[in-house]
Nanobody, 122 residues
């Protein structure tokens, strides 16, 4: 069982930056692929980024490539999402997920957090 808790969301102006953190419980953090999804009001949940279990293979949605960076610290059981050059269309609830394999599909992940709100004003 893994419990995930996101933090770092907030209100920022367009062009600004935020760093999201996701702390995981348990001793098997490095056994999981970690990722981020987001859901904007009235829209379907979408994949943002994922990072492999131990090495630094990373994967991004086209909409965030070059602006967002996912990273992990297995010693701290934490995954991060550095978000730069934020746009109003990045406004959403951001969810941290954990699962066995890299995937852009929400259903492939076994655990998820409660989410943290990110609002980008124009």
């Amino acid at each position: 069982q893994v419990q995930l808790g996101e933090s770092g969301g907030g209100l920022v102006q367009a062009g600004g930056s935020l760093r999201l953190s996701c702390a995981a419980s348990g001793r098997t953090f490095s056994s999981y692929v970690m990722g981020w999804f987001r859901q904007a009001p009235g829209k379907e949940r979408e994949f943002v980024a994922a990072i492999s279990k131990i090495d630094t293979n990373t994967y991004y949605a086209e909409s965030v490539k070059g602006r967002f960076t996912i990273s992990r610290d297995n010693a701290k059981n934490t995954v991060y999402l550095q978000m730069n050059s934020l746009k109003p269309e990045d406004t959403a609830v951001y969810y941290c997920v954990a699962g066995p394999l890299i995937s852009s599909r929400w259903s492939m992940y076994d655990y998820w957090g409660q989410g943290t709100q990110v609002t980008v004003s124009s």
